[in-house]
């Protein structure tokens, strides 16, 4: 199956700094790509859809200043967590389709944010 | 409104079949997936079913009746392995995935 490839898995920072989280599609081109926010013993939340060379569509209640996402190229799309607190501290997780195919999502590693 | 329930938690013994159900209320319907998310890592896919009917994928089958809004996994002969959350998801024809919030699945020997 499509390979999608999240980095990091894991990183820790202070409170006040930002981070950017990397996922890539790495054999299959993805013009659409989705950001999940995943809390402790909670279903995955939509945050916001990526598409290539456009602005990402926001799902109500997330910030669009605080939580950045550049989706530059087709195989890359990057989530940029700014001026982090501790209770931005989660699971996300990024997937990505494959155009003109049924919906199944190939989903990333996932990052663990901790911040501190 | 979209609405996908799934039982919160179940318990199997090792060796058995457990079966795990799905309800959905979706403004549109272009099929329901299956995911297995151990803790702390991504889902996988397990199935995904848009005709009605049961799909049959070694330990795994799933089901779906798109009248009643309803479908379910059914895991043969468990393994401790098995243990995770499953998680139902349907693709609503909006190119994007409702998700339930997952069945937590327990296995004992």
């Known amino acids: 199956g499509a390979v999608v490839s999240q980095h990091p898995s894991r990183v820790i920072c202070k409170s006040g700094t930002s981070v950017k989280i990397e996922c890539r599609s790495l054999d299959f081109q993805a013009t659409t790509m989705f950001w999940y926010r995943q809390f402790p013993k909670k279903s995955l939340m939509l945050m916001a859809t990526?598409?290539?060379?456009?602005?990402?569509?926001?799902e109500q209640g997330v910030e669009k200043d605080k939580f950045l996402i550049n989706h530059a190229s087709l195989t890359l799309s990057t989530l940029t967590v700014t001026s982090a607190h501790p209770e931005d501290s989660s699971f996300y997780i990024c997937s990505a389709t494959i155009p003109d195919s049924y919906t199944e999502a190939f989903f990333g590693q996932g990052t663990r944010l901790t911040v501190v | 409104g979209q609405n996908i329930d799934q039982p919160t938690e179940m318990t199997a013994t090792e060796g058995a079949i457990v079966q795990i159900n799905c309800t959905y209320q979706t403004s549109g319907f272009n099929g329901l997936f299956w995911y297995q998310q151990h803790a702390g890592e991504a889902p996988t896919f397990l199935s995904y079913n848009v005709l009605d009917g049961l799909e049959e994928k070694g330990r795994f089958s799933s089901f779906l009746s798109r009248s009643k809004g309803y479908s379910y996994l059914l895991l043969k002969e468990l393994q401790m392995k098995d243990s995770a959350s499953y998680l139902c998801?349907?693709?609503?024809?909006?190119?994007?995935?409702?998700w339930g919030a997952g069945t937590k699945l327990i296995i004992k020997p």
């Open positions: 998801a349907v693709d609503d024809s909006n190119y994007q995935l409702i």
């Open positions: 990526s598409n290539e060379g456009s602005k990402a569509t926001y």
